[in-house]
């Protein structure tokens, strides 16, 4: 069973970064999706950015792209998400995704979740 744990989280300043981890328990190179998602309070999760088994393919949600940068180190079984020029709307609950076969970032698609980890972000 593949577990993927989140860590990084913490309180930012508007305009601050951080660098949020996924540590997975399995060999990530046999996913081909890994990928973020954010619930924010009284929202819906959204999807915020993933990437392919290769690291070569990402995709972005519109409000993130440009700030938001995603990756993966397939030899430490781990997804990072480098956050910069972060803003107060982009406080929530951020969580890891993997997805084992296809390329696909819906949330639906996902096979494995982690149990998320909280990122505020004061103004």
């Known amino acids: 069973q593949m577990k993927v744990v989140e860590s990084g989280g913490g309180l930012v300043q508007a305009g601050g970064s951080l660098t949020l981890s996924c540590a997975a328990s399995?060999?990530?190179?046999?996913?081909?999706?890994m990928a973020w998602f954010r619930q924010a309070a009284g929202k819906e999760r959204e999807e915020i950015a993933c990437?392919?088994?290769?690291?070569?393919?990402?995709k972005y949600e519109d409000s993130v792209r440009g700030r938001f940068t995603i990756s993966r180190d397939n030899a430490k079984n781990t997804v990072n998400l480098q956050m910069n020029s972060l803003k107060p709307e982009d406080t929530a609950v951020y969580y890891c995704?993997?997805?084992?076969?296809?390329?696909?970032?819906?949330?639906?698609?996902?096979?494995?979740w982690g149990k998320g980890t909280l990122v505020t972000v004061s103004s």
């Open positions: 995704a993997a997805r084992k076969f296809g390329w696909d970032c819906g949330q639906h698609a996902m096979d494995y």
């Open positions: 399995r060999a990530i190179v046999d996913y081909d999706t």
């Open positions: 990437i392919y088994r290769s690291g070569t393919t990402t």
